[in-house]
């Protein structure tokens, strides 16, 4: 059994934020920590103090997780940025709330001592003898302390409350001590004994690195105590009062799973499968429709994705959707209502084409995209919220009118909108085979259920109310929600791309007459629109135009090709044999694949393989102070004679640097070797950076990360935690599904539907819940002999 946790976190909005700019304004953004390690930094919210973010996030992370911190800062361009306030929520108060927190969170003021992290290393021990009990403490080593000096580093030394003292290790958040020391313990002796860290300074006073405390009582019962402590803050001060820097709004969902050996979940998946498979028509009482009806809408998407990456790694995606459609069409009684409602149909492919689709969707809307943010054009063409003030003057210095404003916006649109519709028509051979193959079914599948020359549009309006109205216009609407750029757009930029989304919308509506009466001021783009609706019948055609074999063609093509999980521009670094390290880093195209590491000089030349993906032992931060620069990486890889080698690697954001170990620790999670510690510094002159030690091969002095992951729509399929995770879904829903089917078959018994199970000793549903039952029961038996275990391995994404 593996176990493992994820943070659904959705940073929603702040409200009453202090202004901290001499304009009465801030320019907030977020950093979300965990454990103090900085895992997310939302986009900033130009001069507002009550910014909406919107961004959500899904971090993977091992279950021994204590806390998850979200600040709130105040960009500021000229110097470091303020802190306006800071959230914490402990795993304790996550785990209070199965169906997660939600909620507003006044902000708390930052104090020094309780800003602390990292953990430390004792022995506390009973010594007993002829004379009075002893206390032996013995204080090993500390990893990861906060850091309090302007080098980046710290000066601790450790106080225990007895009197007792270490020696100061200099600029080192990773020091050694090894001292031990020894207290009589009296019956005046208080009852509880306190480890404190704290940073040397020598002109200031020391600061507070964290506590540890010990009750007397436990230890003398325990006799002997050892191991890794979490430094723990000082809570004795007074606060400010809550609500004085505002609030922030938050969901977060804390979710632990325990994924079972892969043959435990064989039965359900093999089920499933047979499910999709059958035509509707075969059995009386379906499986598929059964859990639509039984899956509340709250949790029909993250359901929908499910079902949706477990039916990819079987290669029975299309035929999982395919049925999906015949049940949604079976429904349908008005054309003008197909696929506009939530349904699982609707979520799935939604699910489908982000999971399948991205990079195309990248390759189709980016030029677009960074044209409209680089250009920066004032559009607009409701006459109601035209601001001539916005416009500014010509060169003759005479104010445009709002006519004006207004025909100049049109022609921009117009611009952008033809750009786009072109470049989607000239996608057909970028759109991935699986996709397309989808299309196919579904215009299939409505041409033959709406057959009526009136419905002649319809087969075409069924593919883009998902390739445009579910697909583009988010992506239009929100870029930075789908990395297509950094930063959230300012409002001129965001009101050009609302524009944009809606006259793409109107596209993929056929430019129907309910379009045009609902936003009549859209009028100036209905010659692009006409000619766009045309242009995207063509290719729509064109993209349903793949038989079986050519899609088999391109599928096998494409499994041969070693498609890039991430690529993009980083500045490298290697570190090779004794001596300084110079701080200069080189850019390059870098390229990661479920095969290497590699790079170029730039996207167009040729890649030069790099590091081989089976020989990645870690890849984990840099300390800043290591090379005066911040959002460094290090890959630490077996060389070709098998010795251990490091590359740097620097990022330009935080955000960036957290994909890419993100990206590479997903593609090696089954590597062999796999580190358990490493250094944080850098190997300058004899000794580490970062401990001090003086062997270059010594264990490193700080725990890998391996297991903190962010996710991402693209991320290998992992098929044991998707059907762990519909398992545990179907068992929470379990008493109204049986309540269902038993109400179907009463129904079938009666006659209302055909009986066939005279062909089928047990239908979809009975054999469901006796897997369920199956499973239940594994769970419960805790975990098997290693013998019986099986390697839980990642199947690429191949679309």
């Not at 958040?173 to 090894?178: A, Q």
């Not at 029909?300 to 039916?311: G, I, M, P, S, W």
């Not at 524009?499 to 109107?506: D, E, I, M």
Request: proline letters at 5%; one cysteine or more.
């Amino acid at each position: 059994m593996a176990k493992r946790s994820s943070l659904s976190i959705r940073i929603v909005e702040g409200r009453n934020l202090p202004a901290k700019d001499i304009t009465g304004s801030s320019d907030p953004y977020c950093i979300v920590k965990i454990d103090n390690e900085p895992i997310i930094r939302t986009a900033t919210v130009w001069k507002t103090l009550s910014p909406f973010w919107g961004e959500e996030y899904k971090v993977h992370l091992p279950p021994t997780f204590h806390s998850v911190s979200f600040y709130v800062m105040d960009e500021d361009a000229l110097s470091r940025d303020d802190v306006i306030g800071k959230v914490c929520l402990t795993r304790d108060v996550l785990a209070e709330h199965p169906k997660g927190y939600s909620g507003w969170l006044h902000l708390k003021e930052i104090d020094p001592d309780e800003e602390v992290q990292g953990e430390i290393h004792l022995q506390m021990e009973i010594v007993r003898g002829q004379g009075p009990q002893k206390l032996r403490c013995t204080v090993f080593e500390a990893r990861d302390l906060a850091r309090k000096d302007r080098n980046g580093a710290s000066d601790p030394f450790v106080r225990v409350r007895y009197n007792g003292k270490t020696q100061i290790v200099k600029k080192s958040c990773y020091p050694r001590w090894n001292e031990t020391f020894e207290f009589e313990l009296e019956e005046s002796a208080p009852g509880t004994l306190c480890v404190e860290a704290w940073d040397w300074d020598l002109v200031s006073r020391n600061d507070f690195l964290g506590k540890v405390m010990f009750n007397i009582q436990g230890l003398q019962a325990a006799q002997r105590e050892e191991g890794w402590f979490w430094l723990r803050p000082d809570q004795s001060k007074t606060r400010v009062d809550e609500g004085s820097l505002g609030s922030l709004q938050l969901q977060v969902w804390l979710r632990d799973e325990t994924v079972l050996p892969s043959g435990l979940y064989q039965p359900l998946v093999q089920l499933l499968c047979r499910e999709v498979k059958l035509s509707p028509k075969d059995h009386p009482v379906q499986l598929i429709p059964l859990i639509e009806e039984t899956t509340t809408a709250e949790c029909r998407q993250e359901v929908a994705t499910n079902l949706v990456k477990l039916f990819l790694g079987q290669g029975l995606v299309k035929e999982f959707l395919d049925l999906l459609f015949q049940l949604e069409l079976r429904r349908t009684v008005e054309a003008n209502t197909l696929f506009r409602s939530n349904s699982l149909a609707s979520k799935s492919m939604e699910s489908f084409l982000k999971v399948s689709g991205m990079q195309y969707l990248h390759s189709v809307l980016g030029p677009t995209i960074n044209r409209v943010f680089e250009e920066k054009k004032y559009v607009e063409l409701d006459p109601s919220k035209v601001e001539i003030k916005d416009v500014g003057c010509s060169g003759l210095h005479r104010i445009q009118t709002e006519s004006e404003v207004m025909e100049q916006s049109a022609q921009t649109l117009q611009s952008y909108l033809g750009g786009l519709l072109s470049a989607i028509s000239r996608s057909v051979r970028m759109c991935p085979a699986v996709i397309r193959a989808t299309f196919r079914q579904l215009f299939k599948r409505v041409q033959e259920h709406f057959p009526e020359n009136k419905h002649q549009n319809l087969k075409f309006i069924a593919v883009t109310s998902f390739l445009c109205l579910r697909f583009f216009s988010p992506a239009i609407m929100a870029p930075k929600l789908f990395h297509l750029r950094e930063k959230h757009a300012d409002a001129r930029t965001s009101r050009t791309l609302l524009l944009l989304a809606k006259a793409v919308q109107n596209v993929g509506n056929m430019d129907t007459q309910a379009s045009r009466a609902k936003e009549a001021w859209m009028e100036p783009l209905q010659p692009v629109i006409q000619q766009g609706v045309a242009q995207l019948k063509e290719f729509i055609t064109k993209l349903i135009d793949i038989e079986e074999k050519e899609e088999l063609d391109l599928q096998r093509a494409l499994n041969l090709q070693a498609l890039p999980v991430k690529e993009g521009p980083l500045f490298i670094h290697k570190a090779k044999g004794k001596g300084p390290l110079l701080p200069s880093f080189k850019k390059l195209h870098f390229s990661l694949t479920s095969e290497a590491l590699s790079f170029a000089k730039t996207p167009s030349s040729k890649k030069m393989s790099f590091i081989t993906l089976a020989s990645i032992q870690a890849a984990e931060k840099v300390e800043e102070k290591s090379f005066g620069n911040s959002h460094v990486m290090q890959i630490i890889y077996a060389g070709e004679a098998g010795q251990s080698e490091t590359a740097y690697l620097q990022c330009k954001c935080v955000n960036e640097l957290n994909q890419w170990l993100s990206a590479l620790r997903k593609v090696c999670l089954n590597n062999q070797g796999m580190l358990g510690s490493y250094h944080p510094g850098i190997f300058r002159g004899e000794k580490w950076s970062c401990c001090h030690q003086k062997e270059k091969t010594s264990l490193g002095c700080d725990k890998t990360r391996n297991r903190v992951t962010l996710q991402e729509w693209n991320d290998p399929l992992d098929p044991d935690l998707e059907a762990q995770l519909l398992y545990r879904h179907l068992s929470g829903v379990q008493d109204t599904m049986r309540e269902k089917y038993l109400e179907l078959t009463a129904l079938g018994a009666a006659g209302n539907i055909p009986n066939t199970q005279s062909e089928e000793p047990e239908d979809g549903p009975t054999q469901l819940f006796q897997v369920l039952q199956d499973l239940e029961d594994a769970h419960r038996s805790g975990p098997l002999p290693a013998a019986d275990q099986e390697k839980n391995y990642l199947l690429e994404l191949q679309t």
